[in-house]
């Protein structure tokens, strides 16, 4: 069965330190990719996208990056962290059949 | 632009009673649909998937109405478990991007 794995659950940190969220799937191949955030009493916004390896598409202008150097791993950065960025961090995979699946999150404090 | 439409809520209802939420969407490209749940503080699972012809899963009932362009979901005989935020979503075609509404809230009230 596919399973989805996102770490940390949590994670403060302070203004202008460097940020890496990891995201693995397991049980499948080529998988469509996913990071979102949403922000307190907010919707879900997509941040990046990828369709496979290599390939990232961004949703919104930021200071975060996203990467996918293995086919199952989408890792979501920040060279600089700022206030703004707080939020609860998705990472999804898609099948076709079921919709989105989500990992567990992260949740994301800048202080 | 795609856009996704739900009233935000909440909805006050007591255990027992039946609700009914509505979608709206705008891309009349729009192929498939879903019905998610997030409870506080956690990621969104997948309720069901809306078909054309509707569904029923025990006490949900989803139901699609292209004409109209909208999705609805009815949860009967609410259980206060029930209460969490649900979110409609539709994908276009051959596209890879969702597009997600922003979630009706639902408090089930003893």
């Known amino acids: 069965s596919q399973t989805i794995h996102q770490w940390p659950a949590t994670l403060v940190q302070p203004v202008g330190s460097p940020l890496s969220l990891e995201c693995t799937v397991e049980g499948t191949s080529n998988p469509n990719l996913y990071w979102y955030r949403q922000a307190a009493g907010r919707g879900l916004q997509l941040l990046f996208y990828?369709?496979?390896?290599?390939?990232i598409s961004s949703e919104v202008p930021q200071n975060l990056s996203a990467s996918r150097p293995q086919d199952r791993q989408f890792i979501l950065s920040s060279k600089k962290l700022l206030l703004s960025d707080s939020g609860f961090y998705l990472c999804?995979?898609?099948?076709?059949?079921?919709?989105?699946?989500f990992g567990s999150g992260t949740r994301l404090t800048v202080v | 632009r795609k856009e996704v439409e739900q009233d935000p809520g909440p909805f006050n209802v007591p255990e027992g009673a039946t609700v009914a939420f509505n979608c709206t969407y705008s891309?009349?490209?729009?192929?498939?649909f879903f019905w998610y749940r997030q409870d506080c503080r956690k990621e969104p699972k997948l309720l069901m998937s809306v078909y054309s012809s509707g569904n029923e899963d025990g006490r949900f009932t989803a139901q699609l109405n292209r004409a109209s362009q909208y999705i609805s979901l009815l949860i009967r005989d609410s259980k206060l478990s029930d209460s969490a935020t649900y979110l409609c979503v539709e994908l276009s075609g051959g596209s890879y991007i969702p597009t997600f509404g922003r979630g009706t809230s639902l408090i089930v009230h003893p």
């Open positions: 990828s369709v496979g390896i290599g390939q």
């Open positions: 999804a995979w898609q099948d076709r059949a079921r919709g989105y699946t």
């Open positions: 891309n009349s490209a729009s192929q498939s």
